[in-house]
Nanobody, 116 residues
């Protein structure tokens, strides 16, 4: 089992920045891929960014060049640096990890509100 706790959400003006973090605990040795998803009001949850154990990253098109996903050397913390935030980035952001057995674990989410 892996437990995930997100932090760093909040209210920010358009064009501003926020950094989300997610701390993993438990069977962290089994973590393979770490990711951030988001769910805006009335919309389905969508993948924002992923990072593999080797550091390879992938981003959803709308965040490319603005968001950066990273993970620490111990592979137990994943962060999402969000710059040039837009109104449409408003959502609950969820941390996700997939282990080597292809099991998914989710955090409870942290709210990011972009508003003037």
């Amino acid at each position: 089992q892996v437990q995930l706790v997100e932090s760093g959400g909040g209210l920010v003006q358009p064009g501003g920045s926020l950094r989300l973090s997610c701390a993993a605990s438990g069977s962290t040795f089994s973590i393979n891929i770490m990711a951030w998803y988001r769910q805006a009001p009335g919309k389905q949850r969508e993948l924002v960014a992923t990072i593999g154990r080797g550091g390879n990253t992938n981003y959803e098109d709308s965040v490319k060049g603005r968001f950066t996903i990273s993970r620490d050397g111990a592979k137990t913390t994943v962060s999402l640096q969000m710059n040039s935030l837009k109104l449409e980035d408003t959502a609950v952001y969820f941390c996700n990890v997939k282990d080597y057995f292809n099991r998914d674990y989710w955090g409870k989410g942290t709210l990011v509100t972009v508003s003037s």
